[in-house]
Structure formats: C-alpha cells, structure tokens
C-alpha cells in the first residue's frame, strides 16, 4: 500500500476529521482513509458519471423526432 501526507489542512478541517473519526470509534487514519476510498467509490459510479457514459455511447445513434413519432401514433 502508498502513503500519503496531507499538508497545510485547515485547523477546523483537522478538528471535524478528529471528532468523526471519534464518533465512529476510528482512528484519524483510518477515518481519513474511510472517506477517501468512499469518495473514489462514488466518482466512479455516480449517476452523473453512469449518465455521462450512457451519452457517450449513445450519441453516434440516429434519434427520431419524438413529437412526430407520437403524432403518427396517434394517426393509426
């Protein structure tokens, strides 16, 4: 595994990482590698990112004006 160092955190950055870690009966450490790997888990698979992929897949696709398909509908 890699180590980080984090300098220059803001003192009520550092004192709010130590109070949940507290809460959560973590170590600072492994509070502070919780939510690391927490937020690399959700870039990953946010709905934003799902949704930016689908439309990249799709967007060579040919789409049809789904005013006049419901009009031709409609027609039948």
Do not use: C, F
């Not at 973590?26 to 509070?31: F, G, I, K, P, Y």
């Amino acid at each position: 595994m890699k180590a980080l160092t984090i300098r220059n955190v803001d003192e009520q950055v550092y004192r709010r990482l130590q109070e949940m870690a507290r809460t959560n009966k973590r170590s600072l450490q492994a509070q502070i590698k919780l939510i690391l790997e927490r937020e690399v888990q959700l870039a990953g698979g946010s709905r934003l990112h799902q949704a930016q992929e689908w439309r990249r897949r799709l967007a060579d696709r040919p789409w049809g004006n789904i005013v006049d398909d419901i009009r031709r509908e409609r027609e039948r």
